[in-house]
């Protein structure tokens, strides 16, 4: 029952995040990589919904830094079952579960270990 909430939760947030891409205008000032849907992997977005701040393809369990600019983040494929978001900048100390569509303010998490 649980994986399929979060299969209908992911598959509604694609749904809404496609739904932005096809209504909201660029910004010129907007440098990111546009969104796609589908997309492959971790994918850090930044707070204009529609902007990539950052990826990873598969889980590797090393510690990474988060995106200054990442806001959230999605994940659309590659096997990740467990993405813990620090405030510190070495994957220590308390985490928080990035994984299931969860959004923060800007600079809230430093690093993440995907596993």
């Known amino acids: 029952m649980r994986t399929t909430a979060h299969r209908i939760a992911a598959g509604l947030t694609a749904a809404l995040l496609t739904t932005l891409a096809v209504t909201l205008p660029g910004s010129p000032a907007t440098a990111g990589e546009p969104f796609q849907s589908p997309d492959q992997g971790l994918v850090f977005y930044s707070s204009y919904p529609t902007e990539v701040a950052g990826r990873l393809a ?19 494929s590659g096997g990740f079952g467990s993405v813990p978001g620090y405030r510190t900048p070495d994957c220590s100390g308390p ?18 270990r995907a596993s």
Do not use: F, K
């Open 95 to 112: 985490a928080a579960e990035l994984n299931n569509v969860h959004s923060w303010p800007e600079g809230r998490y430093l690093t993440y």
């Open 58 to 76: 598969t889980p590797d369990g090393i510690c990474h830094q988060v995106p200054a600019d990442a806001a959230w983040m999605l994940t659309w």
